[in-house]
């Protein structure tokens, strides 16, 4: 089946650096990727919604020049944390729609950051 | 924004009993879709429903997506170890093809 893939699966990094976190979708192309924030225990919280060619659509209260998102092909769709704080700390996840899978999304398997 | 409301919020089975979870929302959403979540994993999609009404089975699992396209349930039949995990559930109505989920079912199941 349809697979996308998330790298890297876990990141630690230092206060104020940034993080770039990648989503790709294997075998099939993605005009649109969305991206998701998971505190423990917690939803999946949307972020923005990615596309392919033009600019990011950011959900209330998420700051798009922290969480810049750049969609540059129609497989690869890429998060940047940008001057990262600790309470950026979080487990990031996206997802994809497969052609010919009417609305269910395949997502990655997650990318846990740890800013220490 | 839309909001749902899953139930219950965790749940301690014996094996091989039978579990139900559902969530309720106040907006009518257009597809349902449920999603099971292993720790450190993303989400992986069991079933989706398209219609009001719909029955869909899955190997053990069973969802419907509701009549009035505002609940659905999932119901998972002979549990055993492996169904642990989060369920979630999700609806997606008209805004550009974007989910809402719910806050999980954590499911325990004792062997």
């Known amino acids: 089946g349809a697979v996308v893939s998330q790298h890297p699966s876990r990141v630690i990094c230092k206060s104020g650096t940034s993080v770039k976190i990648e989503c790709r979708s294997l075998?099939?192309?993605?005009?649109?990727m969305f991206w998701y924030r998971q505190f423990p225990k917690k939803s999946l919280m949307l972020m923005a919604t990615?596309?392919?060619?033009?600019?990011?659509?950011?959900e209330q209260g998420v700051e798009k020049d922290k969480f810049l998102i750049n969609h540059a092909s129609l497989t690869l769709s890429t998060l940047t944390v940008t001057s990262a704080h600790p309470e950026d700390s979080s487990f990031y996840i996206c997802?994809?729609?497969?052609?010919?899978?009417?609305?269910?999304?395949?997502f990655g398997s997650g990318t846990r950051l740890t800013v220490v | 924004g839309q909001q749902l409301n899953q139930s219950p919020q965790s749940m301690f089975i014996q094996e091989g009993e039978d579990v139900s979870m559902n969530c309720t929302s106040s907006?009518?959403?257009?597809?349902w879709l449920w999603y099971k979540q292993d720790p450190g994993e993303g989400p992986v999609l069991l079933i989706a429903?398209?219609?009001?009404?719909e029955l869909t089975s899955n190997g053990r699992l069973t969802a419907q997506f509701g009549i009035t396209r505002k609940d659905s349930f999932l119901n998972i039949s002979a549990s055993i170890p492996s169904d642990v995990g989060i369920y979630f559930c999700?609806?997606?109505?008209?805004?550009?093809?974007?989910?809402?989920f719910g806050d999980g079912t954590t499911l325990t199941v004792k062997p």
């Open positions: 997802s994809a729609r497969p052609p010919g899978q009417a609305t269910g999304y395949t």
């Open positions: 075998d099939f192309q993605a005009t649109t």
């Open positions: 990615s596309n392919e060619g033009s600019k990011a659509t950011y």
């Open positions: 907006s009518i959403f257009n597809t």
């Open positions: 429903l398209y219609k009001a009404g």
């Open positions: 999700a609806g997606v109505g008209t805004n550009a093809g974007k989910s809402t």
